[in-house]
Structure formats: C-alpha cells, structure tokens
C-alpha cells in the first residue's frame, strides 16, 4: 500500500531564501509523481510533473528532482516570495491490489510554507 | 487554458438529504477521479471512471455514492443519504493517459 510522508509539515522562511521540501513513498514503482499547490480554502494547481524516467523537472523557480530507488522527491523553491505561501502537496499514482493503476493518487500531508518579507 | 470546474462551490445540507456535486472535466481527457479532504486532513482518493464505468473505488466509496457521466461533458458525484462526517471538499479531477491530473476548484460541502 501507498504511503506518502512530507516534512517538513511546516516551513517559515524570510523571503528570497532557497528552500527544499520533500516527499517520501514506499512504493516506488510509480510512473511519475506529482507537485501541488493549495492556497487556504482553495483547489489544487499542479505544479510539476516528474515522469520515472526523468530525474529532474523545471519550471520557472521550481525544480523537482525524483529518485525511485530511495523512494524520495524534493521540490526545490528558488528566490522564494511572499506569494509562495501556499500547502505544497505530492502525490504519487498508487494501484489497485491487482497491481492495475488508474490513475488514483495518493497524497502526502503536505508542507505549509509561509514566506515573509 | 482548459479546466476542470465544479458547481456548486458551496452546498450546504441537512444530513439524511440526498446531494448532487457536478463536474465539467476536461474535453479531451479520459479518466476521471472524486477525491475528498476532510478539514485539515490529507485528500482521499473516492473514485476513478473510464470508459464509462467505475474503474476503482476506495472503502470510502460505499453504498451511499454513485459517479455517473450522464452525457459527453458531465461528470457527478451523488451522495444519497448524507451524513455529518460527509462534510468536507470534493474535488474533481481528470487527465489523459499518462499524464498530469487536473483538479477543480472544488465543491464544499456541509452536512449539518
């Protein structure tokens, strides 16, 4: 069974540090894992997605890094804002006891990130 | 750029009532999911629809929900007779193959 751990659970940084969140699973015979962003009271927004065959993927000031073996992804936050704040959430497709996936995701806790100017 | 929507955004009911939440996913995409968070808790995983039927359903997914995509565009999540541990946000999501799911804003729901 999919199980998905994020720490830190909470994160306070001044604004323009680089900062790294992680996410753990136990799985790790996932196709690829993916980076939200939830703001208070609001959906999810997809930040990256990292394929298994990708080790690293990018966008803007955001770097995801996947590694199967040890079961880990980082997410790597550069030149951080105060309009980061946010729950970053990771989520990694998990299948059925048949070991047929569709698709559903398993999610970590996340990490409350607050960037303060 | 396409997105998932949902209505209504907030609905509240009486518990033992029956709820419809409604989804538009994506035109183009094939699967479709119903996860849930529960206030201050992690999203859960519902359901999973392709091709027309239920593809994977979690233990939460009892007798008292049903997912039916009625015609091209719609995709809804009933509830027949709800309870107060119902209450929380129902998202929507879709995708296409292998690739990234995309969420809804969501639907909050409160069973009072």
């Known amino acids: 069974k999919q199980e998905v751990t994020q720490i830190p659970a909470a994160l306070s940084v001044p604004e323009g540090e680089n900062l790294v969140l992680n996410c753990s699973f136990t799985?790790?015979?996932?196709?690829?894992l993916q980076w939200f962003r939830q703001d208070p009271g609001k959906g999810l927004t997809s930040l990256l997605l990292?394929?298994?065959?990708?080790r690293e993927q990018t966008s803007g000031r955001l770097n995801a890094s996947l590694d199967k073996s040890s079961g880990r992804s980082t997410l790597y936050i550069a030149a951080s804002q105060p309009g980061d704040s946010a729950t970053y959430l990771c989520a990694a497709p998990t299948p059925n006891a048949g070991g047929t996936s569709y698709g559903k995701l398993t999610f970590g806790q996340g990490t409350i990130l607050t960037v303060h100017p | 750029e396409p997105e998932v929507t949902q209505t209504p955004s907030h609905q509240v009911t009486q518990m033992g009532q029956e709820v419809i939440l409604r989804c538009v996913p994506i035109s183009n995409h094939l699967y479709f999911y119903w996860y849930r968070q529960i206030l201050g808790q992690k999203v859960e995983f519902l359901v999973s629809f392709y091709n027309n039927e239920i593809s994977e359903k979690s233990e939460i997914f009892d007798d008292q929900f049903s997912v039916e995509r009625p015609d091209g565009s719609n995709f809804t999540l009933k509830i027949r007779s709800t309870k107060l541990e119902d209450s929380a946000m129902y998202f929507c999501?879709?995708?296409?193959?292998?690739?990234?799911?995309?969420f809804g804003p969501g639907t909050r729901l409160t069973v009072t």
């Open positions: 799985d790790s015979a996932i196709y690829n």
């Open positions: 990292i394929q298994s065959s990708q």
């Open positions: 999501a879709s995708r296409q193959t292998y690739y990234e799911q995309y």
